[in-house]
């Protein structure tokens, strides 16, 4: 940890970091191990697992690593063969889809049980007993607002020495209070079963586990013998028990999981959130208010959950220790010396200035480097007026901005169309026409004002005026930015312009900044992501394609590139990785963000490729979910974590705080950061040290993005390629359209 001092600051005495991560202590591991045979593979294994413990009157058992650990209550006698043997036997009985052939269990020995083991039965513990239930804070429209825990297995490194550990958070639930069959009851007159129901997200009653709505199977009179015959929860038995013949039956996919499952409507409920709640018919706006949970709520919260869990978790002999905290381990908590607003940027003419002050250093030094179009050259704008507002003031003030940052420009033609009066379809036409005719003279950008009610438009049906006007203009090579109405109206110009100004031209090929020092880790840094949109009406069958984006040692872009082709599945195969990774890397360093886990062989196809071409890639996971929170502590309350605090889990990974959010709109969200011990190793410190000021280098906007710039907005550029919005004919280039 020594080489974190450097770049470190000491937490203060009144100012004391906090995690959710609780730290286990087991007494005695009353745990038996078994091998099974055949061989099955991790997603059969866990079903296994879940079902036997529920089977089990109490003990509880996991899969780990190709075994199953099977633990009891200390004051219990160990389960042997014989018995897991049975009940195993009775389990693929009640569940005949479980695996196709008998399983047969052969003792191991529980001695070499790891703290991955402990943690998974830890969690189990708690899944299977469920000891939690939501906490209602109010009904609104038919729907409830509740609070609720979400936990899960942690391990972490203290001293040297891993430690098994339980992670706990508190989130907010909006839950519909009706079924799905309540819900299809009252829309059945909207449209068929599969425009209504496929696609939407759901969560069962009996586990609360959430999925999506992949096909209609049928009626309940056709499946109740089979669907009770595998139905493993007491509630989902009642639901196919009592449903009515005609209730529709449908396949339900639960997060990526390949394996689909069959319920009938009355044993689910819509999941509501901010993107789906529009399809239920409520106003998300009007439940926002009670989503916010204040640290005050969330502490109190934290502490009885805490409880009820360790009441659960003690006749097994574990027992939940205090939270990570700076005060026991002030070796695990990092805040960066140099504050992040403070941290030094380069602008054009040599100007160093800071990322809380972007605009006086655009203003000193103009842009870090301009794109050969504009070398010198002007800016040809284009401006299109599709709401009531006046726009002329704004066009002028935006000349002067330019001008301010070095930049000359000309308004080459306006144009404004009325369609308040027009259908959907015919505001469509209408749009591409005016743009047709818009973009006659060639321009380089075009400024889009559009009505407020599009931003709320569903982007999926085509009728998003947004997606249009940035595809009719991408397509063409022509970059746009988009203010709507309500901005134009209730934000003071120079507020919009701020933000506004430099995302244009870094549209247009320029880098308004870089990093003033550069980055020690690597030469270069790269982000992969593969986006996938399913195919409508198949189960099981992906769309999805590929984009990668590099970046210099002062995190300068340099290039992107998207695949031509789509793809099937979640890995990005060789043969793309070949092509996103050129022999110009040879003799480089290149640290790699994979945005998600990296997938199948993408790993030995990327470590193939280095030694291929000569080159060393340092591979690191970022991920968005599934992360406990951090916190400042002061005079014993919870306060909102400081931007660029992070944890330290073990040698290889870390969780990071990037973003700093107001009180009023929630509490930051971390990402947790893992290097691969596959590739090329790069002290934890360094990849937390070189995402936090990659985060910074976000010219669209004054407010740093919670991931770092090769893969901020990665899943944005390759959505759109794959609802066939991206420059028809540059695949690749140097400018960044997607901000």
């Not at 009904?139 to 891993?162: P, Y």
């Not at 997060?255 to 901010?274: D, E, M, N, Q, V």
């Not at 990092?334 to 992040?340: A, G, K, L, N």
């Not at 011990?677 to 906007?701: M, N, S």
Request: net charge neutral; charged share 20%; aromatic share 8%.
């Amino acid at each position: 940890m020594t080489a974190i001092t450097a770049t470190t600051a000491v937490p203060s005495q009144e100012l004391v970091f906090l995690s959710e991560v609780f730290p286990l202590s087991i007494t005695q591991a009353n745990l038996a191990s078994f091998t099974v045979t055949p061989e099955i593979d991790q997603e059969t294994g866990n079903r296994l697992s879940f079902h036997l413990s529920r089977k089990l009157e109490q003990a509880v058992a996991v899969w780990h690593e190709y075994r199953l650990w099977v633990l009891t209550p200390m004051q219990q006698p160990q389960l042997n063969l014989s018995q897991c043997q049975i009940a195993l036997l009775a389990l693929q009985q009640d569940i005949p889809d479980l695996c196709d052939q008998p399983l047969q269990l052969q003792e191991a020995s529980a001695a070499l049980a790891s703290t991955s083991v402990l943690s998974k039965v830890a969690f189990q513990i708690l899944r299977i007993r469920q000891p939690f239930r939501p906490i209602l804070v109010t009904s609104v429209g038919g729907l409830a607002v509740n609070r609720k825990i979400k936990f899960w297995a942690e391990t972490i490194e203290l001293q040297g020495e891993d430690y098994a550990a339980l992670s706990l958070t508190i989130r907010t639930e909006i839950a519909y209070l009706g079924s799905l069959a309540d819900f299809y009851t009252n829309n059945v007159t909207q449209g068929s079963p599969e425009a209504l129901l496929v696609g939407l997200p759901i969560q069962d009653f009996d586990m609360g586990s959430n999925g999506s709505i992949v096909q209609i199977i049928g009626v309940i009179a056709e499946h109740r013998d089979r669907l009770l015959q595998l139905a493993a929860g007491h509630a989902t038995r009642h639901f196919i028990e009592t449903a009515p013949d005609d209730e529709i039956v449908v396949a339900i996919r639960f997060g990526k999981g390949k394996k689909l499952f069959h319920y009938t409507l009355s044993a689910l409920r819509p999941s509501i959130t901010a993107e789906t709640a529009g399809q239920f018919g409520f106003d998300y706006g009007q439940i926002l208010q009670f989503t916010k949970i204040p640290n005050i709520e969330r502490q109190r919260l934290l502490a009885n959950f805490k409880a009820q869990a360790a009441d659960v978790l003690m006749p097994y002999g574990f027992a939940i220790r205090r939270s990570l905290n700076s005060s026991e381990h002030p070796d695990l908590f990092w805040q960066p010396v140099t504050p992040v607003d403070q941290t030094p940027l380069l602008f054009g003419k040599g100007v160093i200035g800071v990322r809380g002050r972007v605009l006086q250093g655009l203003s000193n030094g103009g842009v870090y480097h301009r794109h050969p179009d504009f070398q010198p050259g002007m800016i040809r704008i284009a401006a299109l007026k599709l709401c009531d507002s006046s726009v002329n003031t704004f066009l002028e003030a935006a000349q002067q901005r330019l001008k301010r940052y070095g930049f000359e420009s000309e308004i080459i033609d306006r144009k404004a169309l009325s369609i308040s009066d027009l259908s959907a379809a015919e505001a469509r036409a209408a749009l591409e026409k005016t743009v047709n005719k818009l973009i006659t003279v060639p321009v380089d950008i075009v400024l889009a004002f559009l009505p407020q009610n599009d931003r709320d438009t569903d982007e999926q049906d085509g009728s998003s005026l947004y997606h249009l006007v940035y595809s009719l203009l991408l397509r063409r090579n022509i970059a746009s930015q988009v203010i709507y109405d309500g901005t134009l109206t209730k934000v003071e110009y120079g507020q919009i312009l701020n933000q506004v100004v430099p995302g244009i031209l870094a549209k247009l090929g320029n880098l308004p900044f870089i990093l003033a020092e550069p980055l020690e880790i690597a030469d270069y840094f790269i982000g992969l992501d593969i986006s996938r949109l399913p195919k409508a009406k198949l189960a099981g069958t992906l769309n999805a394609c590929a984009s990668v984006r590099l970046y210099g040692k002062q995190g300068e872009f340099i290039h992107y590139l998207l695949e031509d082709a789509l793809l099937e599945g979640e890995e990005i195969p060789q043969r793309l990785l070949e092509r996103l990774l050129p022999t110009t890397l040879e003799d480089k360093t290149v640290l790699i963000y994979r945005d998600g886990r990296f997938c199948g062989r993408e790993i030995p196809n990327l470590l193939e490729r280095a030694q291929a071409i000569g080159a060393k890639f340092i591979l690191v996971e970022c991920r968005k979910s599934g992360i406990p929170r951090l916190y400042n502590l002061r005079q014993k309350t919870l306060a909102a974590p400081s931007q660029g605090l992070a944890l330290r889990l073990s040698s290889h990974e870390a969780v990071l705080i990037t973003t700093q959010v107001s009180e009023r709109v929630g509490l930051a969200r971390p990402l947790r950061l893992t290097v691969h011990d596959a590739g090329q190793p790069a002290p934890i410190e360094k990849v937390v040290d070189t995402t936090l000021k990659l985060t910074l280098l976000h010219h669209g906007a004054l407010k740093a993005p919670r991931l770092p710039m090769p893969i901020y907005g990665a899943d944005r550029v390759a959505g759109l390629r794959l609802k066939g919005i991206y420059p028809s004919s540059l695949l690749e280039g140097d400018r960044q359209f997607w901000l």
